[in-house]
């Protein structure tokens, strides 16, 4: 089973450090089999303060990086690194137990860590918005974008702040396993199982106005609808909104036009039937609203590198 070592490191962010517990410990497969097998540690037997008020008695100590596949560090304002760009010995050590296959992962804050072990020198990277210019500031060789929820370099990955790292999690728990699992694990925790990568992070934007309606009961609509055709207009009738007014609030609420919305929920969704179903592959675009078999093998080949069929071995040639 896939190991994952959640790295608990003082003064941890308290919400970033329930998120990848939380998240791979949902993960399952259809026989309700776990799919990781997931251990917090720190570096000594200590509770480790949180930012938010409490202290969390980690299960492990830094041993459990040992045989870790992947390794998770959480946000923290752990002094060396978030001011000096530095690592404390223990710290250091504890990092040198990591077998160089292993894949790391940082939400948040976390970034900090790895970029004061040297492990992001000419990477991508991001971190919260509020601490990019921290982070570049510090480590002049990463190549730090704060305006990504997240960022895959295969086998270093990183997310922006807090709820973002929900989504980093998702986006690893699809890749390993596919989308249903992935929205599964979503549908568990209450979440969105899909916000894409490049998505802005919602840098100083206001919360809209209380006399404006939400768009999410057209979203949720629409994910029903997939297969039909779905105009900004015919949406902005479902919302009882004028396009203009829809359009500028659906971008205010996702981050993303109504258009773009649209496509990557019917990609997603045509990954799922991939996934699950043995439809033709003309049927599985005609269902996910994609029209053609050609558009789907366009949007997959961009998306994933695969052909549908090569996809659909991957997830059920098992």
Request: glycine share 8%; net charge neutral; hydrophobic share 40%.
């Given at each position: 089973?896939?190991?994952?070592?959640?790295?608990?490191?003082?003064?941890?962010?308290?919400?970033?450090?329930?998120?990848?517990?939380?998240?791979?410990?949902?993960?399952?497969?259809?026989?309700?089999?776990?799919?990781?097998?997931?251990?917090?540690?720190?570096?000594?037997?200590?509770?480790?303060?949180?930012?938010?008020?409490?202290?969390?008695?980690?299960?492990?100590?830094?041993?459990?990086?040992?045989?870790?596949?992947?390794?998770?560090?959480?946000?923290?304002?752990?002094?060396?690194?978030?001011?000096?760009?530095?690592?404390?010995?223990?710290?250091?050590?504890?990092?040198?137990?990591?077998?160089?296959?292993?894949?790391?992962?940082?939400?948040?804050?976390?970034?900090?860590?790895?970029?004061?072990?040297?492990?992001?020198?000419?990477?991508?990277?991001?971190?919260?918005?509020?601490?990019?210019?921290?982070?570049?500031?510090?480590?002049?060789?990463?190549?730090?974008?704060?305006?990504?929820?997240?960022?895959?370099?295969?086998?270093?990955?990183?997310?922006?702040?807090?709820?973002?790292?929900?989504?980093?999690?998702?986006?690893?728990?699809?890749?390993?396993?596919?989308?249903?699992?992935?929205?599964?694990?979503?549908?568990?925790?209450?979440?969105?199982?899909?916000?894409?990568?490049?998505?802005?992070?919602?840098?100083?934007?206001?919360?809209?106005?209380?006399?404006?309606?939400?768009?999410?009961?057209?979203?949720?609509?629409?994910?029903?609808?997939?297969?039909?055709?779905?105009?900004?207009?015919?949406?902005?009738?479902?919302?009882?909104?004028s396009a203009r007014t829809f359009s500028r609030r659906f971008?205010?609420?996702?981050?993303?036009?109504?258009?773009?919305?649209?496509?990557?929920?019917?990609?997603?969704?045509?990954?799922?039937?991939?996934?699950?179903?043995?439809?033709?592959?003309?049927?599985?675009?005609?269902?996910?609203?994609?029209?053609?078999?050609?558009?789907?093998?366009?949007?997959?080949?961009?998306?994933?590198?695969?052909?549908?069929?090569?996809?659909?071995?991957?997830?059920?040639?098992?």
């Amino acid at each position: 089973m896939h190991r994952v070592a959640v790295l608990l490191l003082p003064p941890v962010v308290g919400f970033d450090a329930t998120i990848a517990p939380l998240m791979f410990s949902n993960a399952s497969d259809d026989d309700g089999n776990p799919l990781y097998d997931v251990v917090t540690c720190a570096l000594s037997g200590d509770p480790v303060a949180a930012t938010t008020g409490f202290s969390v008695l980690a299960e492990a100590g830094p041993e459990a990086l040992v045989t870790a596949d992947t390794v998770v560090i959480p946000g923290t304002r752990y002094p060396s690194a978030r001011e000096d760009g530095t690592l404390t010995p223990d710290v250091a050590a504890a990092l040198a137990l990591i077998r160089p296959a292993a894949r790391l992962v940082s939400i948040c804050t976390g970034a900090f860590v790895l970029a004061a072990a040297g492990l992001l020198d000419g990477r991508p990277a991001t971190t919260h918005w509020r601490f990019a210019d921290d982070l570049r500031r510090l480590h002049p060789r990463v190549r730090v974008d704060e305006n990504v929820l997240f960022v895959d370099d295969g086998d270093i990955l990183s997310s922006a702040g807090l709820a973002a790292g929900i989504d980093l999690c998702l986006h690893i728990i699809r890749s390993d396993h596919g989308a249903q699992v992935a929205n599964a694990v979503a549908r568990y925790c209450v979440v969105p199982p899909w916000r894409e990568g490049g998505q802005a992070q919602f840098i100083d934007r206001q919360v809209p106005a209380p006399d404006h309606f939400s768009t999410a009961p057209t979203r949720e609509w629409a994910l029903r609808h997939l297969h039909e055709e779905l105009t900004v207009s015919r949406l902005a009738r479902h919302a009882k909104m004028s396009a203009r007014t829809f359009s500028r609030r659906f971008r205010e609420e996702t981050g993303q036009a109504p258009g773009t919305w649209i496509r990557n929920r019917r990609i997603d969704f045509a990954r799922e039937l991939l996934e699950s179903r043995d439809h033709p592959v003309d049927e599985v675009a005609r269902l996910s609203g994609l029209g053609s078999g050609a558009n789907l093998r366009h949007h997959l080949r961009r998306g994933v590198g695969m052909s549908p069929s090569s996809y659909r071995k991957v997830y059920q040639g098992a």
